[in-house]
């Protein structure tokens, strides 16, 4: 496996969401990509986790990626295994990320109201710089996850 390069990981994550894929899956991917690892399940897995898990305003999809990416690299395979790295390591980017941007969730890190029609949400994701704030979100998400992969792997 490749050693992870976090800047790298960041940008393709960045790159990813500014082509068209959303935070949950450009995070993903992008930490794949910087593992090395191709999946014809990804970035799809991580599809339903877009607007704070289908746009409900939840968790945030770019964190929620980039737990899915860590899991790739520190999750076990079997029942057999501890569950513990990984779920420290997810514990630890969870911290980390709400720590540098005071939430977690979608709905407060970009002021998204779930109750809008689904016309309006399109519309209202690019006005006021959402779209602009999600693509940091994701970028520095995949960065920390990539940090902390780098940092456990030591």
């Not at 630890?92 to 109750?115: S, Y």
Request: glycine content about 10%.
């Amino acid at each position: 496996m490749p050693t992870i390069k976090p800047k790298q990981v960041a940008a393709t994550a960045k790159s990813l969401y500014a082509g068209g894929l959303c935070c949950s899956e450009a995070a993903l991917l992008a930490i794949a990509q910087g593992l090395g690892m191709e999946s014809p399940c990804l970035p799809a897995v991580a599809s339903g986790f877009c607007g704070g898990m289908a746009r409900s305003g939840g968790p945030c999809g770019a964190l929620t990626g980039a737990v899915m990416g860590m899991g790739l690299a520190l999750g076990r395979t079997s029942h057999e295994q501890s569950a513990q790295p990984s779920s420290h390591a997810s514990r630890r980017l969870v911290n980390e990320f709400r720590e540098m941007f005071g939430a977690a969730d979608c709905h407060v890190l970009i002021d998204f109201d779930p109750n809008w029609h689904r016309d309006d949400i399109s519309a209202a994701f690019n006005r006021d710089g959402r779209r602009e704030r999600c693509a940091h979100f994701t970028s520095m998400a995949a960065e920390l996850a990539a940090n902390i992969i780098l940092e456990s792997k030591d």
